[in-house]
């Protein structure tokens, strides 16, 4: 199974500040990288697919990056709306495996 | 608009089955697999593996394998996922999430799992 290293596993930020997101495959998955936001008691949101591209309704400050092994997610100013958990998952190998997740919280 | 309705929350006993629905509605069901992802409480996410509707046809993670059967009913665009010998390690938040191009792009609201004796 491809494993996913996701870093931090949480972190504080204040707001307006720049947030990156980064997670590390075992292998290369090719940009088959998607990013995902859960709010506590919700169900997780769409935000990235394919490493770079932004899911319909996701605000443009949300972007993401990589290739090979290497990806990010990165919040180029944060707002309180932003405290959630985010997960990366990789779906170009099955079984689709998730990084562990970040807890992103407002300083 | 896209809503995967998923069913009510379970109480179950050890060594029983369960299972849960997903409603689809809002798009051609037959055209999109439906995946399953569980949450253990406090936890991350974990894929359990899709089905395709129109077809049947079936993709388990090898850790579920003999833990979780995936189905649909095309007439009612419902897809189920039943558990069985069921553990404490089962329980959780079991959802469903629809891919398209998108992988997983949306998703029902969780259906819990509690197994106590």
């Known amino acids: 199974d491809i494993k996913m290293t996701q870093s931090p596993s949480s972190m504080y930020a204040s707001l307006g500040e720049r947030v990156t997101i980064t997670c590390k495959a075992s292998?290369?998955?090719?940009?088959?990288l998607s990013w995902y936001q859960q709010k506590p008691w919700k169900s997780p949101k769409t935000l990235i697919y394919?490493?770079?591209s932004l899911a319909d309704g996701v605000p443009s400050r949300f972007s993401g990056s990589g290739s090979g092994q290497d990806y990010s997610l990165t919040i180029s100013s944060l707002e309180s709306d932003d405290t959630a958990t985010y997960y990366c998952?990789?779906?170009?190998?099955?079984?689709?495996?998730f990084g562990g997740g970040t807890k992103l919280e407002i300083k | 608009q896209v809503q995967l309705q998923q069913s009510g929350a379970e109480l179950a006993r050890p060594g029983a089955l369960v299972k849960m629905s997903c409603k689809a509605s809002?798009?051609?069901?037959?055209?999109?697999?439906m995946h399953w992802v569980k949450q253990r409480p406090g936890q991350g996410l974990e894929w359990v593996g899709y089905?395709?509707?129109?077809?049947?046809?079936?993709h388990y993670n090898q850790n579920f394998k003999d833990k979780a059967t995936l189905t649909a009913d095309k007439s009612s665009s419902t897809a189920y996922m039943q558990l069985s010998s069921l553990t404490s390690e089962d329980s959780a938040v079991y959802y469903c999430?629809?891919?398209?191009?998108?992988?997983?792009?949306?998703w029902g609201q969780g259906t819990s799992v509690t197994v106590s004796s």
């Open positions: 999430a629809r891919r398209s191009v998108v992988p997983m792009d949306y």
């Open positions: 809002g798009y051609t069901f037959t055209s999109y697999t």
């Open positions: 089905i395709n509707p129109s077809s049947g046809y079936t």
């Open positions: 292998q290369d998955i090719k940009t088959y």
């Open positions: 394919y490493a770079t």
């Open positions: 998952l990789q779906h170009g190998e099955s079984p689709y495996t």
